[in-house]
């Protein structure tokens, strides 16, 4: 393809299509360095990856606008990214040093960052669905014109707080965007063991919300899907369920062996991988030229580079201060018992 073919494609559409391709080359490779520096002892605690769900991060987040509201899983490192939430703020959290989003105080599974309104990182399995029910009801009790989106994995449809948040927000018609991320495995259980309905969206659908089931391993479908909710959300103030199925190409957690399933279905997954398909797609309809990859490969390296360079030079919370953010500050004070005293 030549540069006039791209030319021709429209400004626009080039840039968009590059940085969808940026966003998700981001988030795999600060993953894929997550993975080397927990090895190395840099990263503690517990760590799980997203590689292969780029395309949902991306997606979703591209629709969604600075004042909307994202509530993530422990999951969250991607979701952070492309919410905008500075590699080096994530990393440094990462490392639990001061000058991470969340002081350093979070970790992996606990990103925050209030400015942007990316409101977790939530470690429970499904604790951060009814969090967003709360937003949306906040939302709609002041009229306010935002939408809160809420990612979980489909081992959450399972617990029954997401039935009761589900029914909640379509009773009181909220304006909460539901985004599953099915990747088909609850931990180390596959979806058809625990499930007897594995069509997911049909479990919003019978509390009578608009749902639809889309490939979470194609940005573009995603992005379609998450602009369709949020102009439901926004228009008609009700909430709207995405099922987005994707797949992770890496063990639940760093701890996981991996055992429950086949390397061949691993691999199968990986043939749909959502960077080398966009970029594939993109240089057929000439938007992107073939070297367009390797010149975002060299600009994602440098910025990783910064990032963990950031992190390593961070500073430690010092113990005389783990106290902070504990209670309130005011002027009440506890005593031995805990009792407030003014």
Partial sequence: MTGAAVAAAGTDDV???????????????FEEACAELYSAGKIRGFLHL????????TGVMSALRDGDAVVSTYRDHGHALARGVPMSSVMAEMFGKREGCSGGRGGSMHLFDAQRRFYGGHAIVGGGIPFAVGLGLADAMS?????TACFFGDGATAEGVFHESLNLAA???????????????AMGTA???????????????SYRIEAERVDGMNVDAVEAAARRGVAHCDELRKPYFI??????????????????????????????????????????????????????????AHE???????????????????????????????????????
């Fill in 304 to 342: 990783l580079s910064d990032a963990i360079a950031f992190a390593h030079a961070g500073t430690l919370e010092p113990v005389e201060d783990l106290g902070k953010h504990v209670y309130a500050s005011g002027s009440a004070t506890r005593d031995s018992l805990g009792e407030a005293k003014s």
């Fill in 243 to 300: 099922e987005c199925v994707t797949y992770r190409f890496r063990a639940h957690s760093m701890f996981d062996p991996e055992l429950y399933r086949d390397r061949a279905e691993v691999e199968r997954w990986k043939s749909k991988d959502p960077i080398a398909q966009w970029h594939a797609r993109k240089q057929n309809e000439g938007v992107l030229t073939p070297d367009a990859l390797d010149a975002i490969e060299s600009e994602v």
């Fill in 15 to 29: 840039q968009i299509a590059r940085l969808r391709l940026l966003q998700m080359v981001r988030i795999r490779r």
């Fill in 50 to 57: 997203c590689v292969g769900q780029e395309a949902v991060a």
């Fill in 143 to 147: 009229k306010q014109k935002r939408v």
């Fill in 191 to 205: 979806l058809w063991r625990y499930q007897s309905e594995t069509d997911l969206a049909r479990k919003a659908e």
């Fill in 171 to 185: 009773l009181w018609q909220l304006p909460v965007l539901f985004i599953c991320e099915n990747n088909q495995y």
